[in-house]
Every structure is written in C-alpha cells, then in structure tokens.
C-alpha cells in the first residue's frame, strides 16, 4: 500500500467549475444527496396520492383535473392514472433514491475520506456520473408530460404488458418508452460509479489503511459497486433488448399467436416473457442489497461509535458482507417461483435464499453483541441507527416467510410482500440514509443540525413506519393483491377496508412529519452551531479534518494509518477513542 | 432510552395480532390447504420467538447499557459465540424451508391422475374463460381468427371442428367436489395469475406457455378469483368465480350449459 500519488486537480474558482459541473467527489456527493432529496419527495408524493385513491376510489379532487385533464377527467382518478402513480413511485424511490443516496450521495463524500485518498479514482468519471444520473431522472418524469401518461406496467415492466406498445394501455406507448430509456442511462451512470468506486478503494487507500482496517462502511459500498457493476451491466442489456421487442419489431420477449385488444398481433413470434423475469431479477435481487448494504454499514459504524465499544465481530462483519455480496447472486429466482419456470428450480432457489439469511442474522446478532456492554449515547444519528436495527429485524423475518415456494403459493403478489420488501428495503434504508445525515452533516456543511427536533422527527417517524407497513402483513394473509387501484370488484376486501384506512392515515402522518426533516436540514444548513473537527469523538480519517474538509481532504498531508477504526475504551488509552491515524504508541489491539 | 419501551410495545402490539388472528387466512377447502396453514404456523411460531426475542433483546441492550457514567467494556467479539448463531440460524432456516417441500412437490411435481376433470382456463385483459371438453371428452380445435368474445366464443373455436361441438365455455370455474381436478391455462395477451385464497395456491398464466395446474376441492361453496398479476388498467376488476358443486350438481350443470 502506497501513499496515493495521483496529481490531485487543483481547486477549482468559478461558480460552474466548483458547484455545477465539480470534480470534486465531496460536491458530488451532496450533488446525489440533493438529487435523492428531490425525488424521495416526489415519491412520497405519489405514495400519498396512491394511498388517498385507494380508500377514496371515487373521490373527485379538483387540482386532479388539472394536472391531469386526461387520466383525471372531471377530478376523479382513473385506474391507469393510478398505477402510472404507482410504476413511478416505486422505480423513482428504487433507482433515484435507495441506489443514489446511500452509495453515490454518503460513498461519493466518505469513501476518499474515510481511506485517506484525496478524491475518488477517476474524477471526471464521476462528474459524467452524476450529471448522467440527471438526465436520468429528467427522462423519467419527462414521462409523466406525453402523451397516455407515465407507464402503467410497474417498475418491474414485465412484458408482454411493457414490450407490446401502446395497444396494452395508456401510458404504454411514449411512456413505457421513455421509461425505459431512462433506466438504460441511469445503468451507464451506475457503471460508472462502480468502476470508480472499486477502483478508488483498491488503489487510493493510504499509508497503513489494509484492508481489514477499513471501516464497514468502506466494506459496504465496495461490495455494493460490485453488485452494480455485474447487476447494471444485465439490466442495461435488458433494457435494450426491451427497447428493440418496442420499436424496430424484434421479438426477444414477446412470443408468438397472442390478441391484444381484439388485434391478433402477427409481427412477433419466438419470444419469452420469462427471459426478461430472469434478466429484469438477476439485477433485480443484487439492488435489494445495493440499497441495504451501505445502510448496514452505517449502522454497524453508527452503533459502535456512540455504543463506546468496538463493532463485535469485525472479521465476521467482513464475512457476512462478501457472502451477502456473492449470494445475492444466486437467489434471482426467488421472485419467480409462480412464474411458471422450472418448479425444480425453485427448490434451489429458495435453499441459496434461505442461506442469504444468515448472514443477515449474523449482522443482526453482532449489532446486538457491540450495544452489549456498551456506554450508548443517544444522539439522533444513533437513534436511527437503533431503528435501523428494528426495522431491519422485523422486515427480515417476514423474508423466511416469502422465501419458501410453498408459502409464496399464497404471499406472492398480495400486500404481505408490499410490506416485507418496503420495511427492509425502503425504510431500514432510509434510516440509515437518516443516520448518515445526522451523523455526516456536520463534516459535510460545517454546523450541527438540531438535536431536539431531530428526536422527534425520528420518535414520529419510526412509529408512522410501523403503523404503515406491519397492516399489510395482515391484509395480506388475508389475500390482499397487490397492485390495485381500488377494492371495490373482490368481495373479501371490503372486510379490510379500515386496515388500508388505519395504513392511509398513518401514511398522511408520516409524512407530514417529515417536514420537520427538511426544516431541520435547511435551518441548519445556514443557522446550525458551528461544527467541530470531530463531534461525535468518532475515529475514522474524516474526522482528522476541518468541518468541512479542504478542497483536497486532507490539506496536502498524507494521512498514516496506525489502527484498527473501531477503537473505543482502548484500557489505558487516555480518551476512550482512538483515531486511526493517532500514533502506534497509543495502545491498541490492532 | 425512551426508545426501550417503544420498540417493547409495538413488539407487543404486532405479536398480539398475529396471535389474535385479528385479519387471517379464510379456511381450507383441502388437504393442501391443511399442510400449507401447518407449515405457515410452524414458520410463524419459529419467526414469531425470533421477532420478540430480538425486539426485547434490543430494547433491553438500549435500555440496560445506556450511559450512565460506567465506562464501556472493550472486546472485539467471541468466534465461539459468533459459531454457535451461524450454525444454529442456518439450522433453522433450512429446516423450514425442508418441511415445506412437500407441499411444493404436492402441488408442482405429482402429476394428477388419468381421470382428472380437464378444463382450459383462458385469461385475458380483462376477463376470464373456462372451457370443458363435453361428452366426447376432447377439446375442439380453435383458433385467434375465430376468436369473438360479444359473441360468446373467446377461446376461437372452430365450429367445422366436430370435436368442438359440445364444448361447453363458462365465464366462472365451476367444479365437482372432491375429484381431482387438471387445469390448462393460456394467456390471450398479458401475463395474468389465477389465484383461490382457500385453495392455497396460485399460479401465473404467461401467454406462449402451457400451464397446467391440478388440485382438489373437498368444500361446497364460491370462492373468489381475483386476477394476482399486474396486466394492465383493469387488473383491479379482473375478478370471477369458482364454485365447488356437488359432482351430480356439476354433472346438471353441464347438461344445463351443453343445451344453452
């Protein structure tokens, strides 16, 4: 391991150099922060929407007419104005948040930092990364603007419903296109990112940084750039072959003798509607654990640096991230057991799934194992943390449930998986994005954000997720489907009525209290205490520099790395922290 | 600290509806339905203590080693410790999802006997249709180019066809209780899902694939099919019906349809 030596870039001076198009990784990633920042609102926006239609199918909202002259004709939402609410709530929240935020927005800013570099690898890459997920964005709720609408073929878009072309509904037609466009660039920004991101942890980590010296967090976001890397790769692929079935008449996934519509559609034959399930999944899998990875990894930071104590178990920690890493692989299938491929194959399927547990477990236990003993502070940062924790536990279990075929033969499709997926891979993640804020924003912006209005957003918000999402589990063990617009045609769901108005409510709540989120965030942006070097008597190397850092991190010294990152209430140590960079002489173990 | 007591809580007030069975399953109608709420249970009771046992433990880690001036104890874990909860997770899990494979294997890998009822079972955006063989007990020949659903005939049958004749179409599923029953299933256009909540089963109906089915319905009553694939602005409404007769009312019943 060597000093970084690549020529650092010299700081840039205009506002365009420094600001808008940087090259600088740490305003890059506020770039992604405040990208996912926008979209996480607008897909909370259309969660909203979506929850008022389902309990009020018939309700007729003027301000609907006008946004929507067509699909809400007269104030009252249409079915396919729904799901076209629903595909871009879940492909904005899944792609534009979960993956943008955790990895690219906090990895972009912390991975340099935390091994010591100066910036990522390749720091025009990055730039072109960023502005590359932009147009992303741009194209997909360009999609709302044409003509039929956004698509309405979920953010799964499983054709024939997303290949046929407009003759499968409104939104199919320029909508599914643009759709898709959208997520073939958002892959090559995410390649991107990844080749950056593996190459800056292989080759810029400093004097001393081994690689089991790496916080997890560091941990989190390789393993992550690896998924995307091979995860992306498969979906831009699909997504072309998906582009071509719609406009040039190939037909990958549309098969021969089908009517749509009274039409008898006679220029495809010899596709498979499965191929797609298998591509769309052997993405689609690894993403779970894009966005949940770099959450874990926060979180076992988090715990360890207010628990006082080291992460217990860090070699197992390591372990479980690369297994978790590998398996995610190797579990696609899990998604497809009534897809009517193989039955065989699902019994592997759901072996290697249930293997993809344990690791889990692992972490959960090794959590435990370093709150235990421990001195806990409880500063919002760690609040969320612990929530993660919760959250990730109860999202978790529901997941041994999902992954046996014989169970799925009921679950599959109904608002029991609705809530497994949003519990572990929405809200555990977005608290780990919450802890990252708290815990970052002062090294990030230079001032504290506030302490008290931070616990109540998280007291009002850990509850609101709960009341959420745990109903519908019980609705659908009851047989709740999912993807409706409204539960009016199925006799049995009128029974369960007042559950998805308790879910609504809580919703609306929810919410609305994450108003105090950005009140907080933008008062403190401006009027927050001004931030010290290290607030949280944290150890790793971003907390060696000024809040916020230099323009090269670590102003021209080249940090020396002499201990393990993890090292709180050291016996004999005369703080109960030492940085990683303090020299070998204070006592350690590693 | 505070958050002890609200993770205690709302651990209690989730356990206290899953054993309350406040919102459930409806009840079986086979012996599928029997072996599959069995599994459910075990999974249930397995998830269930590892739910409150985490909850609890976390609650009382937040609660126990708050800071209260003691200093941190300092160690880097136990690999005994970390051995133990490896083996004994992986254990569990794979011990579950092993007891299940039975009622897998029951549903996907038993093939129904000779004398199964045979019905082709049709969807389409945004309907369903189910098709019996008639007296000669052989499907007619169709075709998309005599498809035509106001006049009745969705699956295309060929009237020059002799063995189409008696082809009996029904827009609900009606069956005869207690025989095994093969169903056929195509798509027109989009991927649909057939799903019984008290058969316990459901099953994608991917257009350019044959998928069969087969099951057995032991109680009398209607049941409700609400379509479990997303395909398209209807889905919501692709609903039927299916009803499980008595075999000599079944046997009326396609007497009665076959003369219509």
Known sequence: MSAPTHSAHHAPQGFIRKYVFSLDHKVIGIQYYFLGLFSVFIGMGLSLLMRFHMVNPEAKVAWFAKLWPTAAAGGMMTP?????????????MVFFVLTTVPQSGFGNYFLPLQIGAEDMAFPVLNMLSFWTTFIALVVMVSAFFVQGGAPLAGWTAYPPLSAAGRITGPGEGMGQTLWILSIAIFCGASLMGAINFIATTVDL??????????????????VTAILALLGFAVLLAAGLLLILDRTVGTSFF????????????????????????????????????????????????????????????YKAMVYAILSIGFLGFLVWGHHM???????????????????????????????IGTLWGGKIHFDTAMMFSLGFVSLFVTGGLSGIFLGQPALDLYFHDTYFVVGHFHMIMGVAAIFGMFAGTFYWFPKMFGRMMNETLGKIHFYATFIGVYCIFTPMHFVGMAGNPRRYSDFTNVEYLAALMPVHKFMTHAAYFTAAVQILFLINLFWSLWKGPKAPMNPWNSTSLEWTVSS??????????????????????????????????????????? | MLLAPVIWIL?????????????????????????????????LIVCGIIFVLAQFALGWVIFRFRDDGRRASYNHGNNRLETVWTSATALLFLGLVLMGTKIWAGVHFDQPPADAVPIEVLSKQFAWSFRYPGPDGKFGHTDLKFVNDSAGN???????????????????????????????????????????????????????????????????????????????????????????????????????????
């Open chain 1, 80 to 92: 396919e104005l729904y799901l076209s609410l629903m595909t871009m709530h879940g492909t904005i």
């Open chain 1, 205 to 222: 980590r400093c004097k001393g940084m081994r690689l089991m010296r790496m916080p997890l967090t560091c941990w989190t976001w390789l």
């Open chain 1, 254 to 313: 549309i098969p021969g003798g089908l009517m749509i519509s009274d039409q008898i559609i006679s220029n495809h034959k010899g596709g498979s509607p499965l191929l797609w399930q298998h591509l769309f999944w052997f993405f689609g899998h690894p993403e779970v654990y894009i966005a949940i990875l770099p959450g874990m990894g926060v979180t076992s930071h988090l715990l360890s640096t207010f628990a006082r104590k080291p992460v217990f178990g």
């Open chain 1, 337 to 367: 057991f009534m897809s009517g491929m193989n039955p065989y194959s699902a019994m592997a399927f759901s072996v290697l799934t249930m293997a993809i547990g344990v690791p889990s477990a692992i972490k959960t236990f090794n959590w």
């Open chain 1, 548 to 590: 916020p850092p230099p323009f090269d991190n670590f102003g021209g010294v080249h940090p020396v790395v002499n201990h393990g990152p993890y090292e709180f209430s050291v016996p004999g140590a005369p703080t109960d922290f030492i940085m990683q960079t303090d020299p070998p002489s204070v006592t350690s173990e590693d």
């Open chain 2, 11 to 43: 651990t209690a007030i989730i356990a206290y509806f899953f054993a309350a069975k406040t919102w459930w399953f409806p009840p079986p109608i086979n012996a599928h339905g029997i072996a599959y709420d069995e599994q459910f249970m075990r999974t």
């Open chain 2, 154 to 260: 969705p699956f295309g049958l060929d009237d020059k066809d002799p063995a189409g004749k008696d082809d009996i179409v029904s827009a609900s599923l009606k069956i005869p209780a207690g025989k095994p029953i093969k169903l056929i299933m195509h798509s027109r256009d989009v991927i649909h899902n057939f799903f019984v909540r008290e058969l316990r089963m459901k099953q994608d109906i991917v257009p350019g694939m044959e998928i069969p089915l087969s099951f057995q319905a032991d109680t009398i009553g209607v049941y409700e099919v609400p379509c479990s694939e997303l395909c398209g602005l209807g889905h919501f409404q692709m609903r039927t019906t299916m009803q499980v007769m008595s075999p000599a009312d079944f046997e009326q019943w396609k007497i009665e349809k076959a003369q219509k």
